[in-house]
Structure formats: structure tokens, C-alpha cells
């Protein structure tokens, strides 16, 4: 919203408009980058090549031998997942995602991009996922961690927060970003719900699956939650979860 729209609408309509602007530039930035030449044979090359491992919500970090997908033109691909993802059912090897999740609404938006991960990804093959930890910001605001990662939190949130309830709100707000914030029972419930078994807790940088390893951010690692699960074998349809 421009500085002249100040004078002829009200502050509730201008509340009103921003989202519905946002979306639009979402929109517009989309199609310009997939109609671009060089990106149509990129999207083509990608959606055709017989090994895939999906990067979701990428960002500005992009792996090396992965398909690294985000509204952010720096990925290989620029996509919206709320809309869905553009792959064959069954075709996928991995899929990675780190500090995405929350940004979707976890009615519909998050149940439904875990749900077409699901369908991509081929028969026993493993998501993980990484999200900020709830729990450990609830630890924080009540004096239960020690020392060291209390400070961690600290320093990587105190910009123009003073207070502990200041923290809380920059990790569970984020500029207005974060939609919901997860703890390991929430996240294994809707993982659960959506499909997946094998649904396990992980450490940093810690995975059976080998090119997991290496994957995770450093300096995100005493506030995040790592999660990884499997899409069922079509022989295991009775395993447990």
C-alpha cells in the first residue's frame, strides 16, 4: 500500500487490502518466472529427470543435485506449494524441508502440502521436516533450559525484544509469518493424520537416511524440531505408526 492510499482509505480497509495485495504479487511473481524461456526447459528438465529430491521452501539456500522449489526466484523452481506440487504421484526419492511448515495455516494449508508430499513420494521412501520447536520457546519463557541455549535464544531473537515474552512473540509471530507453531506431538498427530508412518524424532544433522545428513542449519539447531517419516510399502499396509 502506497503513502497516498493514507488519505482516502481507512486504516481498517488498508488493514483489509495488504494480504489481498500480497497475494497478487505472490500471483504475478509466479507466472513471470515460469513463462520465463530459460525457466520453462528448466521446469521441463526437472519434471522429467528419473531421480528427485524435492527442497521445499528453499529459500535462498540451495542444495547442490536437489530440486530446491520457493517463491523465492533463487530456487529452481518458483512455486507456491500451497497450490499443490507439479510432480507425478509416486516419483519422488526425498523430500526436505526446513523452517517452512509454519508458515502455512494448519487447517487446511499444511495438511494439504503434506498430503501432495505424500502422494509424490514414492513407497517407502522419507520426508523430514524441520520446524522451530514450541516446546523448547515454552522452556525459555518459564526458566527450564539451561543456560547456554537460553542465551542461544536470546541473542538470535533480541532484536527490539527486551522481555521474555518478548522472545516468545518474535518466534511465534515472525513478522507476521508464522501462521502455527509446533511441538513433536502436534506435528506426529498431523503427520500421522495426513498418512505417514515411521514417524520419528531426529537430532541435528542426524538421519539413517544418508543425504539428510549435512542438510540442517547450524545455527537454527537449539530452537528446532526435526521430524522425519516414511510413506508406507505397499506390503506394510498394517504397520504401526
Known amino acids: 500500500m502506497t503513502r497516498l492510499s493514507r488519505y482516502f482509505l481507512p486504516l481498517g480497509i488498508r488493514r483489509l487490502a495488504k494480504p489481498i495485495f ?3 504479487k505472490l500471483f504475478i511473481r509466479t507466472w513471470l518466472n515460469i513463462l520465463l524461456p530459460h525457466r520453462l526447459y528448466r521446469y521441463w ?98 526458566g527450564q533450559l539451561d543456560t547456554a541455549t537460553a542465551e542461544k535464544i536470546r541473542q538470535s531473537h533480541n532484536r527490539f525484544h527486551v522481555t521474555a515474552m518478548d522472545v516468545v512473540n518474535s518466534a511465534f509471530r515472525w513478522k507476521h509469518q508464522h501462521l502455527y507453531m509446533y511441538d513433536e506431538e502436534t506435528l506426529r498427530m498431523l503427520l500421522r493424520d495426513v498418512g505417514f508412518v515411521s514417524i520419528q524424532r531426529r537430532e541435528f544433522c542426524q538421519s539413517p537416511v544418508k543425504e539428510f545428513v549435512g542438510l540442517d542449519l547450524e545455527e537454527r539447531r537449539h530452537d528446532t524440531l526435526y521430524m522425519e517419516a516414511q510413506k508406507i510399502l505397499p506390503s506394510n499396509r498394517e504397520a504401526s505408526i
Open 22 to 24: 500480497s497475494e497478487l
Open 45 to 142: 528438465r526437472f519434471l522429467n529427470q528419473p531421480c528427485k529430491k524435492l527442497h521445499l521452501g528453499c529459500g535462498s539456500k540451495v542444495f547442490r543435485d536437489w530440486i530446491n522449489i520457493d517463491m523465492n526466484p533463487k530456487g529452481d523452481f518458483t512455486l507456491d506449494l500451497r497450490e499443490g506440487l507439479p510432480f507425478a504421484d509416486s516419483s519422488v526419492e526425498l523430500i526436505y524441508t526446513e523452517h517452512s511448515l509454519e508458515h502455512f495455516y494448519r487447517e487446511h494449508d499444511a495438511p494439504f502440502l503434506l498430503a501432495e508430499c505424500l502422494r509424490v513420494l514414492k513407497p517407502g521412501a522419507w520426508i523430514r521436516i524441520t520446524v522451530p520447536d514450541a516446546s523448547v520457546f515454552m522452556k525459555y519463557y518459564t
